[in-house]
């Protein structure tokens, strides 16, 4: 079984400061690794994808996560936070379980930005 | 191209009554998937359909119904609705069933349940 769990259910920084989002995953096979942003009264969108390729992934808006076997993680960071970054975030991990392959999502991060 | 479409946007309905969420693509994805949005819970998968005719149950299926008889539509039907069923609906799809590429998300459908 796959899971994910996201440290901190609200995070607030101020504007221009690093922002750190948490993500730890439980896979039993090489994990698939998403994080999503979604804005108010909005859907799901694609930050960025770690599928085993580099470490360091590279995403929209100036985000960017890196995959640690190791220590089991894929943090989600961006440098400056701009008002704009306000949202939920949501790791998730993708697993093929016989009929299909299947997302697991944390249960997500509201990302708060001040003045 | 309108990508995935989810109507209604907003839904008030009473306890036992029935409904259908609609769900539609435009983009040939094989997989289709609905999840569930809880405060506190993240997404919750409902059913999800590898292609037409072939449907199956995720985390939590217990009150819905699903089909697949096109590619394009995957509805939700809420047999008798009950008050814990009160959330924000999402349906999203992937090209491949087996793919791990990223599945593509509607807006949403919220349903209040009195």
């Known amino acids: 079984a796959q899971s994910v769990t996201q440290l901190g259910s609200h995070v607030s920084v101020s504007e221009g400061a690093l922002v750190l989002l948490r993500c730890n995953y439980s896979?039993?096979?090489?994990?698939?690794l998403f994080w999503y942003v979604q804005y108010p009264n909005q859907g799901l969108q694609l930050l960025l994808k770690y599928t085993s390729a580099a470490t360091l992934v590279k995403g929209i808006n100036g985000f960017e996560a890196e995959f640690k076997k190791s220590e089991t993680s894929f943090h989600l960071t961006k440098p400056s936070a701009h008002m704009s970054d306000a949202a939920e975030y949501f790791c998730?991990?993708?697993?093929?379980?016989?009929?299909?392959?299947?997302?697991?999502f944390g249960t997500g991060t509201r990302l708060q930005v001040t003045l | 191209n309108a990508g995935v479409t989810q109507t209604p946007k907003f839904q008030v309905l009473k306890t036992g009554q029935s409904m259908t969420l609609q769900c539609a693509q435009d983009m040939n994805h094989e997989y289709m998937s609905w999840y569930r949005q809880d405060p506190g819970m993240g997404l919750r998968l409902i059913h999800y359909s590898v292609g037409a005719g072939i449907t199956d149950q995720g985390e939590v299926p217990n009150g819905y119904n699903v089909s697949r008889s096109t590619t394009e539509d995957f509805p939700l039907r809420l047999l008798s609705a009950a008050p814990s069923q009160t959330s924000v609906y999402f349906c999203?799809?992937?090209?491949?069933?087996?793919?791990?590429?990223?599945?593509?998300f509607g807006d949403g459908t919220r349903l209040s349940i009195l």
């Open positions: 999203a799809t992937r090209r491949q069933a087996d793919s791990n590429q990223p599945q593509h």
């Open positions: 998730a991990v993708s697993g093929y379980t016989g009929t299909a392959s299947k997302l697991t």
């Open positions: 896979s039993s096979v090489p994990p698939y």
